[in-house]
């Protein structure tokens, strides 16, 4: 705020003139009592304790320490990371030159071995003790979950339980890091660098978060007395029934409820486990054969099929055999036997009865089941009318 400037009681000395010679409501300016400062502004108590602060104990925040964090809650007042060793004293200088450079690796060995961020390094605030930064997944973690799903194509079911990841976040790290690949990489370390970390461990990966909870259904959010006899069985099942007919046991509602087999099969005796993995083996080795079988299959069927490209649609044309239509022509698996192949039910002189083989082969019943043709032509109407058919036959044969 500038100044303020005081008014001359006295008006400099000016000539008598009369009130017509000057327009009214004319202000002369004043001389000011005092000239302004022309001295440069001083700095405060405040800015002065600031910038011993910046140069003192806040010099540690302007290169903080590598994989931790850099609260104010982890340094001392004098800016003393607290969780590091107390420095020893050194000892005294000693002219032989190997034994000092020893001394050298024995202090960076020191200084790069520090203990673990605890609960009160993770405090931003220094007023708010009560809040933790929580860990974030690791650029590596990252780069892994998003590799299995991408490239290895593995289940997101299966990525989750193995790196200890909600299936809610593997799903979002496969999204945001598909886009992620078209930035750069720059802004996400700077980020990364100020908060912890879940590492990325191959051969034991640390447990990130909670991935087994179990989620809360409305239906169970009311109080419920359910009476039942103390000989039943009440199982998990049971008491999902009664809050609800729909509501499934919590073993089926959790995420990841093979991880409960999991444990309950590591309980067990070595010879059931043994048995467990022989049968799983087994039964992985004859999904495999039936797969190949199937897709041996497919290929030997679409090898015969020769594909032409036309100007406006593709002819596909398949080799074909006449044997493939039976004796009689109506082989199921004879080419054509759908299209303008009409059955004799209707035809005079036929026999109706099925001769033998089953519904499918039989082409002239194809739509009767074997057990009824048998049990119906074992009854007097169809031996009449089987006499009567051969008859017509012999007549119009000696005709």
């Known amino acids: 705020m500038p100044p303020r400037i005081r008014v001359s009681s006295v008006h400099p000395a000016t000539p008598c003139t009369t009130p017509q010679a000057r327009p009214p409501f004319q202000h002369r300016p004043s001389p000011s009592a005092r000239p302004f400062s022309q001295t440069s502004c001083q700095s405060t108590r405040l800015r002065k304790d600031l910038h011993e602060w910046l140069n003192g104990p806040g010099a540690a925040f302007r290169d903080p320490l590598p994989g931790s964090t850099n609260y104010l809650g982890a340094y001392g007042k004098d800016g003393r990371l607290l969780r590091a060793k107390a420095p020893n004293k050194k000892p005294k200088e000693s002219s032989d030159p190997e034994a000092s450079d020893g001394l050298e690796n024995a202090e960076e060995k020191g200084e790069a071995e520090l203990a673990p961020p605890s609960l009160e390094d993770l405090s931003p605030f220094p007023l708010n003790r009560q809040f933790r930064s929580q860990s974030v997944l690791s650029e590596a973690l990252r780069e892994e979950i998003w590799r299995q799903v991408v490239h290895e194509g593995k289940s997101i079911r299966a990525v989750s339980s193995k790196m200890g990841v909600t299936l809610e976040r593997v799903g979002a790290v496969v999204r945001l890091k598909t886009i992620e690949k078209q930035w750069a990489e720059s802004y996400s370390k700077a980020v990364l660098a100020m908060l912890p970390q879940t590492p990325l461990k191959l051969q034991d990966q640390p447990l990130h978060e909670s991935i087994n909870d179990l989620p809360v259904h409305p239906a169970t959010r009311k109080q419920l007395f359910y009476p039942t006899s103390e000989s039943r069985r ?62 041996g299959k497919w290929e030997k069927e679409n090898v015969k099929v020769v594909q032409v490209e036309g100007a406006k649609a593709d002819f596909r044309f398949t080799a074909i055999k006449v044997e493939d239509a039976g004796k009689n022509g109506r082989d199921a698996k004879g080419t054509g036997w759908r299209y303008g192949v009409p059955f004799d039910d209707r035809k005079r002189g036929q026999l109706k009865v099925p001769n033998g083989g089953t519904a499918q082969e039989s082409g002239q019943h194809a739509r009767m089941p074997v057990q009824y043709g048998i049990r119906m032509g074992q009854s007097s109407h169809w031996n009449a009318l089987e006499g009567v058919t051969a008859a017509s036959s012999g007549a119009r044969a000696s005709a």
């Open 234 to 295: 009440f199982t998990r099942e049971d008491a999902g029934r009664a809050f609800d007919p729909d509501l499934l046991p919590a073993d089926d509602l959790i995420p990841h409820p093979e991880m409960i087999q999991n444990v309950k099969e590591r309980n067990l005796p070595k010879e059931q486990q043994i048995a467990l993995k022989k049968m799983r083996a087994e039964a992985e080795i004859r999904a495999k054969e039936d797969k190949e079988a199937q897709r």
